[in-house]
């Protein structure tokens, strides 16, 4: 069973926020014929970082809830210019949307075990992926989701 990542998703409003950030930041890795695949860049690198490429995602936290996935496909630890120990997550470019559940702020990013982990949200079928974000959000925090 994958091991997951979550992590606040810090100046991102919504799903389509973090979309537009990941959509324009793969357009400019495009433009400067980059990889195009994004790096999360933290301070600590992971210590089961094997069980997390064996399937896992990071989840976001977007304010408050958890709101989306981005599958991890590397795990690179790295010195940054100033000499301090960081670490590039490589994350999958299709960021999915899964069932809000509220989250409280915390720092850093944390393990998140496969059992926990909200499902995904088919948003192509017709139902609970139609309706807006908005009120998918609002109803999970009054707990209706």
């Known amino acids: 069973m994958p091991l997951h990542l979550i992590k606040l998703c810090v100046g991102a409003d919504s799903l389509s926020d973090l979309r537009e950030w990941m ?3 793969m357009s400019e890795a495009k433009r400067r014929r ?5 790096a999360h860049v933290t301070r600590m690198t992971p210590k089961r970082a094997a069980d997390i490429l064996d ?9 408050g809830q958890i709101g989306a996935r981005q599958r991890v496909v590397g795990v690179e630890p790295f010195v940054d210019g100033d000499g301090i120990g960081r670490c590039k997550l490589w994350l999958d470019g299709e960021v999915v949307a899964v069932a809000p559940r509220p989250m409280r702020a915390f720092q850093g990013w944390r393990y998140f075990e496969a059992k926990s982990a909200p499902p995904d949200i088919d948003e192509s079928q017709p139902g609970f992926a139609a309706m807006p974000e ?3 959000r609002e109803l999970a925090g009054l707990g209706l989701l």
Do not use: E, K, T
């Open 23 to 25: 959509a324009a930041r």
């Open 34 to 38: 980059a990889p195009l695949r994004h």
């Open 55 to 63: 399937g896992g995602s990071l989840y976001w936290v977007i304010r």
């Open 134 to 136: 908005a009120l998918r």
